[in-house]
Protein backbone atom coordinates (compact mmCIF):
# COMPACT_ATOMS: atom_id res chain seq x y z
CA UNK A 1 0.00 0.00 0.00
CA UNK A 2 1.21 3.86 -0.61
CA UNK A 3 0.95 5.11 2.24
CA UNK A 4 0.24 8.70 0.61
CA UNK A 5 -2.99 7.39 -1.32
CA UNK A 6 -4.15 4.59 1.47
CA UNK A 7 -7.23 4.17 -0.26
CA UNK A 8 -6.33 4.63 -3.86
CA UNK A 9 -6.02 7.42 -5.67
CA UNK A 10 -9.31 9.44 -7.45
CA UNK A 11 -11.44 7.16 -9.66
CA UNK A 12 -14.25 8.62 -11.27
CA UNK A 13 -16.14 6.63 -13.78
CA UNK A 14 -15.95 7.91 -17.31
CA UNK A 15 -19.64 8.72 -17.28
CA UNK A 16 -20.90 8.96 -13.88
CA UNK A 17 -24.81 8.48 -13.21
CA UNK A 18 -27.06 9.54 -11.03
CA UNK A 19 -26.58 6.07 -8.92
CA UNK A 20 -22.89 6.59 -8.70
CA UNK A 21 -23.87 10.46 -7.06
CA UNK A 22 -26.43 8.29 -4.31
CA UNK A 23 -23.50 6.34 -3.71
CA UNK A 24 -20.89 9.27 -2.64
CA UNK A 25 -23.67 10.82 -0.94
CA UNK A 26 -23.85 7.99 1.54
CA UNK A 27 -20.29 8.02 2.26
CA UNK A 28 -20.26 11.42 2.92
CA UNK A 29 -24.12 11.07 5.06
CA UNK A 30 -22.02 9.19 7.71
CA UNK A 31 -18.89 10.75 7.63
CA UNK A 32 -18.62 13.41 10.64
CA UNK A 33 -20.09 10.06 12.87
CA UNK A 34 -16.79 8.05 11.72
CA UNK A 35 -14.96 10.87 12.05
CA UNK A 36 -15.65 12.12 15.18
CA UNK A 37 -15.63 8.23 16.38
CA UNK A 38 -12.12 7.93 15.52
CA UNK A 39 -10.53 10.99 16.85
CA UNK A 40 -12.79 11.98 20.17
CA UNK A 41 -11.37 10.15 22.49
CA UNK A 42 -7.92 11.22 21.56
CA UNK A 43 -5.02 12.49 23.95
CA UNK A 44 -3.29 15.44 22.62
CA UNK A 45 0.04 13.09 22.01
CA UNK A 46 -2.02 10.96 19.76
CA UNK A 47 -3.46 14.04 18.04
CA UNK A 48 0.15 15.15 17.32
CA UNK A 49 1.16 11.75 15.44
CA UNK A 50 1.52 11.54 11.62
CA UNK A 51 0.86 9.09 9.54
CA UNK A 52 4.22 9.51 7.65
CA UNK A 53 7.33 11.77 8.61
CA UNK A 54 6.99 15.08 7.31
CA UNK A 55 3.21 14.75 6.91
CA UNK A 56 0.55 16.51 8.57
CA UNK A 57 -0.70 15.71 11.95
CA UNK A 58 -4.05 14.01 13.27
CA UNK A 59 -5.27 17.67 13.96
CA UNK A 60 -3.88 19.59 11.17
CA UNK A 61 -5.97 16.54 9.07
CA UNK A 62 -9.24 17.29 10.84
CA UNK A 63 -8.63 20.77 10.26
CA UNK A 64 -7.99 20.38 6.54
CA UNK A 65 -10.54 18.23 5.78
CA UNK A 66 -12.86 21.04 7.05
CA UNK A 67 -11.17 23.68 5.31
CA UNK A 68 -11.36 21.39 1.97
CA UNK A 69 -14.75 20.64 2.02
CA UNK A 70 -15.64 24.17 2.56
CA UNK A 71 -13.98 25.05 -0.86
CA UNK A 72 -14.73 22.20 -2.84
CA UNK A 73 -18.51 22.42 -1.82
CA UNK A 74 -18.64 26.71 -2.82
CA UNK A 75 -16.84 25.27 -6.34
CA UNK A 76 -19.90 23.08 -6.44
CA UNK A 77 -22.47 25.23 -6.03
CA UNK A 78 -20.68 27.86 -8.13
CA UNK A 79 -20.65 24.73 -10.73
CA UNK A 80 -24.62 24.56 -10.45
CA UNK A 81 -25.61 28.48 -10.39
CA UNK A 82 -22.91 30.36 -12.56
CA UNK A 83 -22.03 29.22 -15.85
CA UNK A 84 -18.21 27.74 -15.84
CA UNK A 85 -17.19 29.91 -13.09
CA UNK A 86 -13.07 30.71 -12.47
CA UNK A 87 -12.53 29.36 -9.39
CA UNK A 88 -9.04 30.15 -7.34
CA UNK A 89 -7.32 27.29 -5.84
CA UNK A 90 -6.15 27.82 -2.19
CA UNK A 91 -2.80 26.90 -0.57
CA UNK A 92 -3.32 24.20 1.55
CA UNK A 93 0.36 24.02 3.19
CA UNK A 94 -0.34 27.84 4.13
CA UNK A 95 -3.85 26.77 5.64
CA UNK A 96 -2.66 24.18 7.43
CA UNK A 97 -0.41 26.15 10.05
CA UNK A 98 -2.92 29.52 10.78
CA UNK A 99 -3.55 29.72 14.39
CA UNK A 100 -7.12 28.25 13.64
CA UNK A 101 -5.60 24.75 12.85
CA UNK A 102 -4.57 24.99 16.59
CA UNK A 103 -8.18 24.97 17.74
CA UNK A 104 -9.97 21.40 19.14
CA UNK A 105 -10.99 19.40 15.95
CA UNK A 106 -14.23 19.31 17.59
CA UNK A 107 -14.37 22.78 15.57
CA UNK A 108 -14.03 21.09 12.53
CA UNK A 109 -16.16 18.15 13.35
CA UNK A 110 -19.08 20.75 13.34
CA UNK A 111 -17.90 22.78 10.71
CA UNK A 112 -18.02 19.17 8.45
CA UNK A 113 -21.57 18.53 10.06
CA UNK A 114 -22.59 21.91 8.57
CA UNK A 115 -21.13 21.82 5.38
CA UNK A 116 -21.43 17.77 4.66
CA UNK A 117 -25.62 18.46 5.13
CA UNK A 118 -25.57 21.09 2.69
CA UNK A 119 -23.36 18.71 0.14
CA UNK A 120 -26.21 16.22 0.59
CA UNK A 121 -29.10 18.71 0.06
CA UNK A 122 -27.73 20.12 -3.02
CA UNK A 123 -26.53 16.04 -4.69
CA UNK A 124 -29.54 14.55 -3.85
CA UNK A 125 -31.57 17.67 -6.16
CA UNK A 126 -29.10 16.55 -8.52
CA UNK A 127 -30.40 16.12 -12.35
CA UNK A 128 -28.60 13.89 -14.63
CA UNK A 129 -27.97 17.39 -17.29
CA UNK A 130 -26.19 19.10 -14.09
CA UNK A 131 -23.66 16.53 -13.94
CA UNK A 132 -21.82 17.97 -17.00
CA UNK A 133 -21.73 21.26 -15.81
CA UNK A 134 -18.67 22.51 -15.00
CA UNK A 135 -16.31 24.84 -13.03
CA UNK A 136 -13.01 26.22 -14.25
CA UNK A 137 -9.97 25.85 -11.46
CA UNK A 138 -7.07 28.28 -11.90
CA UNK A 139 -4.58 25.56 -11.93
CA UNK A 140 -6.79 22.35 -12.42
CA UNK A 141 -8.62 23.36 -15.55
CA UNK A 142 -12.18 22.37 -16.72
CA UNK A 143 -13.78 20.39 -13.80
CA UNK A 144 -17.40 18.58 -14.06
CA UNK A 145 -19.97 18.62 -11.04
CA UNK A 146 -19.92 14.63 -11.32
CA UNK A 147 -16.12 14.54 -10.87
CA UNK A 148 -16.09 17.34 -8.07
CA UNK A 149 -18.83 14.92 -6.08
CA UNK A 150 -16.97 12.29 -6.20
CA UNK A 151 -13.86 13.76 -4.89
CA UNK A 152 -15.74 15.35 -1.91
CA UNK A 153 -16.79 11.58 -1.03
CA UNK A 154 -13.24 10.14 -1.76
CA UNK A 155 -11.25 13.08 0.19
CA UNK A 156 -13.02 12.76 3.30
CA UNK A 157 -12.10 8.76 2.99
CA UNK A 158 -8.67 9.15 1.99
CA UNK A 159 -7.94 11.56 4.92
CA UNK A 160 -9.71 9.53 7.60
CA UNK A 161 -7.42 6.63 6.28
CA UNK A 162 -4.38 8.73 6.95
CA UNK A 163 -5.74 9.27 10.42
CA UNK A 164 -6.23 5.46 11.14
CA UNK A 165 -2.83 4.86 9.90
CA UNK A 166 -1.21 7.69 12.16
CA UNK A 167 -2.99 6.60 15.57
CA UNK A 168 -2.12 3.04 14.97
CA UNK A 169 1.65 3.79 14.96
Known amino acids: MDVRYPIGELQVPEKVTLENIQEWLKEIETYTVRLRETVDTLSDEELNKTYREGAWTVRQLVHHIADSQLNMYQRLKL ?24 LPVESSIKMLEGINERILSLGQSLMEEQLDRVFTHQTNGEIKVAKKVAK ?16 SK
Not at 81 to 98: R, S, Y
Not at 152 to 167: D, F, N, R, T
Open 79 to 102: ALTDENPLVPGFNEEKWAIQPDTL
Open 152 to 167: LAWHEEHHLAHIKIAI
